[in-house]
């Protein structure tokens, strides 16, 4: 399995950016794919998650009504759209596969299976 981030970068506050989380060698079509971030000296923290089989999205309360995830099934793409940024949306975006968490709390780091490298989002 391999997940590949793109579309970081750094932006001014107020700003926005698009995540992609691309998957390869995994199968797509049912599963739970999630984004966490991680700012230096912090720990990784959820931020959202989209169910690939009937579109549930879940978010964090610091990016409700900021953010927006959605995915692109043929492309078995995952994407966060990132608004209104602000200085403490700077962090690594890691994009997550292979939930093992079902009835539990999507934002819990050990509930997840794969891991992207990752992608720095800087607001300032």
């Known amino acids: 399995v391999q997940l590949v981030e793109s579309g970081g970068g750094s932006v001014q506050a107020g700003g926005s950016l698009r995540l992609s989380c691309e998957a390869s060698r995994y199968t797509y079509s049912s599963d739970l794919m999630g984004w966490f971030r991680q700012a230096p000296g912090k720990e990784r923290e959820g931020v959202a998650a989209?169910?690939?089989?009937?579109?549930?999205?879940y978010y964090a309360d610091a990016v409700k009504g900021r953010f927006t995830v959605s995915q692109d099934k043929a492309k078995s793409t995952v994407y966060l759209q990132m608004n209104s940024l602000k200085p403490e949306d700077t962090a690594m975006y890691y994009c997550?596969?292979?939930?093992?968490?079902?009835?539990?709390?999507?934002?819990?780091?050990?509930?997840?299976?794969?891991w992207g490298q990752g992608t720095q989002v800087t607001v300032s």
């Open positions: 989209f169910q690939t089989d009937n579109g549930h999205t």
């Open positions: 997550a596969a292979g939930y093992m968490g079902w009835g539990l709390r999507w934002d819990s780091v050990s509930h997840w299976r794969y």
